[in-house]
């Protein structure tokens, strides 16, 4: 139970650390759903499995910053000219299923925390991966946009044979 309580109050101080990081959505730009923030992480997973980059750009805020497997890209603009492509080839090449989600909000902003497995082929190669996803959100009144993704995995533990 308490570190359960420390894990909360880290995520809290998470998202008012990341509140302060974040600036407002600008005239003619699209945030996410208004309704659940988990809306948006899942609207943001189906438009990387689509291709639809258009999509996955309206919901990141312009200074979202994305870690990925040891890697930094510090704004929404290097990501799309960094890792989005293969993103989106990697999303719609390999099968992700979520095992398990968590969400903590605070103050207009959110946590959700994502647990999945990888299944699939991706550049002839097998994969089979447990996935762990960080997303932090911020909340305004068009709806909520990811200022935040914290990626990393590792391989699924292999089944007896």
Known sequence: MIHSRVARRGALGLLLGFGLLAGPI???????????????????????????GATVVALLAEDAVIFEEGYVERSKAEYVEGH??????????????????????????????????????????????????????????????????HWSGRAAPKSPS
Not at 28 to 47: I, K, N, R, Y
Not at 88 to 103: E, L
């Open 26 to 52: 600008q005239a003619g730009q699209q945030a996410g759903p208004a309704g659940e923030p988990e809306a948006t992480v899942t609207a943001f997973h189906d438009a990387l499995d689509r291709g639809d």
């Open 84 to 149: 989005l492509p293969a993103d989106m080839k990697f999303s719609a090449a390999v099968a992700s299923t979520t095992t398990s989600r968590q969400t903590t909000r605070a103050q207009g902003m959110a946590v959700v925390l994502t647990e999945s497995t990888m299944r699939g082929d991706f550049a002839g190669k097998a994969v089979d991966r447990i996935s762990i996803e960080t997303m932090v959100l911020r909340r305004d009144r068009a709806g909520w946009r990811i200022i935040h993704i």
